[in-house]
């Protein structure tokens, strides 16, 4: 389940154009350095809730965009932090996984919003529904680079309680 950063973007004002990056500095807790998010300026930074440090999307659903709804969204229009390729980020909810140097957590799905639509100005609300991301928190930080591969890892201490398990069985 491996899968590399296409594209990498901040947003340094909320509701400002994102600007894309060959590289970032993940901050635990906080988000990517110059992103919105990490000042606390974005546009939802004051609602409460997990996930918000760090935004996914995948590649492979913007070419569908594309080519199911002559829809094109390019990688500092779809609002995402990262832009991923070659796996499925649904399934990394509840799940850590690496992105170069940096350790993630996949919360919630990031679902598309009617704030989502006013900024890029396209019908994209209806289309992404359940497909639009991943929001993560940074659980150890560490620089990203377009590039990168993206890992799946097992949280810590599970291999050890796996042994336990199957010397008991």
């Known amino acids: 389940m491996d899968g590399i950063v296409e594209f990498l973007a901040v947003g340094p004002a909320a509701g400002g154009a994102m600007e894309l ?3 970032a500095l993940a901050v635990a807790g906080q988000g990517l350095q ?3 998010y990490a000042n606390g300026t974005g546009f939802f930074s004051d609602t409460p809730g997990d996930g918000r440090d760090l935004t996914l999307t995948e590649g492979e659903v913007l070419d569908a965009l594309q080519t199911e709804h002559r ?3 390019g990688p500092a229009e779809h609002r995402r932090n990262i832009t991923t390729r070659g796996l499925r980020l649904n399934d990394l909810v509840g799940k850590r996984f690496k992105l170069g140097e940096a350790l993630f957590e996949g919360v919630r799905l ?3 919003c ?3 639509v006013e900024l890029c100005g396209r019908p994209v609300l209806q ?3 359940r497909r639009a991301g991943l929001r993560a928190n940074i659980l150890a930080g560490g620089v990203i680079h377009v590039g990168d ?3 799946e890892v097992e949280p810590e201490g599970a291999s050890t309680r796996m042994r336990a398990n199957e010397s008991r069985g």
């Open 149 to 151: 591969r993206i890992v």
């Open 71 to 73: 829809i094109a969204l």
């Open 34 to 36: 110059c992103d919105r």
């Open 21 to 23: 990056r060959d590289s």
């Open 114 to 116: 009617e704030h989502l």
């Open 127 to 129: 289309p992404l529904v």
């Open 110 to 112: 990031c679902e598309p």
